[in-house]
């Protein structure tokens, strides 16, 4: 059975820094394309970051770039976004997802369309 959970979501000051955890079970990480995701109240779910299967590059939309990185654990089969300078607009829950495409491709790798599994969320909440 394919499961994935997120933790590490927190309320923090604005320039605080958290890391989230993606713990997977029912498939490899080593062997998945891997995103993360983030939706506000009021909006659609945004495409954050997503990192190809078997490499260790990381995609990043543009507001998250510098200060966000994605990496994977392959031996504890887990997906994490590393947080920092953290803002009060990317207040939002976080989710991870594994893609149903071999690879995180330009133009498409942010569209939810593209994921298959979904885990229920993590909650980060930036003050000002």
């Known amino acids: 059975q394919v499961q994935l959970v997120e933790s590490g979501g927190d309320s923090v000051q604005a320039g605080g820094s958290l890391r989230l955890s993606c713990t997977v079970s029912?498939?490899?990480?080593?062997?998945?394309?891997m995103g993360w995701f983030r939706q506000a109240p009021g909006k659609e779910r945004e495409g954050v970051s997503c990192?190809?299967?078997?490499?260790?590059?990381?995609y990043y939309t543009d507001s998250v770039k510098g200060r966000f990185t994605i990496s994977r654990d392959n031996s504890k089969n887990s997906l994490y976004l590393q947080m920092n300078n953290l803002e009060p607009e990317d207040t939002a829950m976080y989710y991870c997802?594994?893609?149903?495409?071999?690879?995180?491709?330009?133009?498409?790798?942010?569209?939810?369309?593209?994921?298959?599994?979904w885990g229920q969320g993590t909650q980060v909440t930036v003050s000002s």
């Open positions: 029912g498939f490899r990480v080593a062997d998945s394309t």
């Open positions: 997802a594994r893609s149903r495409s071999g690879i995180c491709y330009a133009g498409s790798w942010s569209s939810a369309t593209q994921y298959a599994d």
């Open positions: 990192i190809s299967r078997w490499g260790a590059t990381g």
